[in-house]
């Protein structure tokens, strides 16, 4: 991958929504805190369908282009991610790391995985591209695979630090990084308006998009053969005799005991593109989260048009805001990018060209020409 490359990827996802977003529907907007309250936020219009009784202890449902979220219940609410916290970690590193690349790995990369934590099967002394090692993650949300990526990208602790930092200038204020594979971490949490601000800057990375839409693939054995992974995610692949969801782009699905099972969703239908979050559904059925996630998905799309946004996935993208009584909040993104100096979006991107161009060198030297896929 040129440096190029790298600096058109930073830009694409630092640069400021409202430049490519279509500003939809004229509505009233949202007070400034409404989804910082408890409870169950949606404005209807006459003729809005009721919005959909869920067990999940949290959930969202946004437009992924414009970022009005249409209903939502407890937004903000603090709670331990599971593997959807690899959307983040991908975010960080996909920009930074080839896809090209082949990589040796090597006994330590592979220690300090967590018990019971799920795995695709990496091995030491055995040669990976990083491309396999993404679909490790995506597929099979193996903790392996992100434990060798995070090695080398520089770390495992520098990681969750670069991490903690993407989530900030994301504006997802609520969530702290502690394990970047998602595993259960003193804490460790997010929340369902994070976890849809990330799953909505994924689907604007192409590298991103192409991996959480990826039913199969193969990845390499021990052996030297391959065997095939099926993606996790049952709402996209209809395993385990759960409908597939028409439309299903992604994103990603997790679970742990602490934080039960976890579900980011996004959907592409009639040109409008949806994002939810569903978090720890308290329901006895072990597929609930689809199910709810299919639910919030299907009101989504009825309900287009026919609800007064409850708030922004772009609210808190920039500014110091703190809490639900932070005024900036109600000022327009156009105007809150302003400054004395740069617009601070810019500041973002240029720090990401220079970012993306020095990685680019250094991999370079490190391990030559990138092969071709």
Same mark, same amino acid.
């Given at each position: 991958m040129s440096t190029c490359a790298l600096c058109t990827t930073g830009l694409l996802v630092l640069a400021p929504a409202a430049a490519t977003a279509d500003p939809g529907p004229?509505?009233?907007a949202a007070p400034a805190s409404l989804l910082f309250r408890p409870g169950t936020h949606v404005r209807p219009r006459p003729g809005a369908p009721e919005v959909p009784d869920l067990s999940a202890r949290a959930w969202l449902v946004a437009d992924a282009r414009t970022g009005v979220v249409l209903a939502a219940h407890d937004a903000h609410r603090k709670l331990a991610p599971a593997s959807t916290l690899k959307t983040l970690f991908a975010l960080t590193v996909l920009p930074i790391l080839p896809a090209g690349i082949r990589h040796r790995v090597r006994a330590e990369e592979l220690a300090h995985i967590g018990p019971g934590s799920s795995l695709v099967g990496v091995a030491?002394?055995?040669?990976?591209?990083?491309? &396999?090692?993404?679909?490790? @993650?995506?597929?099979?949300? #193996?903790? $392996?695979a992100v434990r060798v990526l995070a090695a080398l990208s520089g770390g495992w602790r520098a990681t969750a630090q670069r991490m903690?930092?993407? +989530?900030? +200038?994301?504006?997802?204020?609520?969530? %702290?990084? *502690?394990?970047? $594979?998602?595993?259960d971490a003193p804490g460790q949490v997010s929340s369902a308006y994070d976890l849809a601000v990330f799953g909505r800057a994924g689907l604007r990375n192409p590298e991103f998009a192409r991996y959480c839409a990826?039913?199969?693939a193969r990845f390499p054995s021990r052996d030297g053969g391959s065997y095939g992974l099926v993606n996790?995610? %049952?709402l996209l692949t209809g395993a385990d005799g759960v409908e597939p969801y028409r439309g299903l782009v992604g994103i990603k699905n997790g679970y742990t005991s *602490? +934080? #039960?099972?976890t579900l980011v969703a996004a959907a592409r239908r009639d040109g409008r593109t949806l994002v939810a979050t569903v978090l720890n559904p308290r329901s &006895?059925? #072990?597929? +609930? @989260?689809?199910e709810e996630a299919r639910a919030l998905l299907d009101w989504g799309f009825e309900a287009a048009g026919h609800v007064d946004p409850v708030g922004s996935l772009d609210a808190l993208r920039t500014g110091p805001l703190? #809490?639900?009584?932070a005024e900036s909040a109600a000022v327009p993104a156009a105007r809150r990018d302003e400054g004395p100096g740069r617009p601070v979006s810019w500041t973002i991107a240029g720090a990401a060209l220079l970012g993306g161009a020095g990685t680019s060198l250094y991999l370079r030297l490190r391990w030559g020409p990138v092969p071709k896929d």
């Open positions: 004229r509505a009233t030491e002394d055995r040669t990976y591209r990083v491309s &396999d090692l993404w679909n490790g @993650v995506f597929l099979s949300s #193996g903790n $392996d903690q930092a993407k +989530a900030r +200038a994301l504006g997802a204020r609520d969530t %702290r990084v *502690k394990s970047p $594979d998602g595993y990826r039913e199969e996790t995610n %049952r *602490k +934080a #039960g099972n &006895d059925d #072990g597929f +609930a @989260v689809y703190r #809490g639900p009584e």
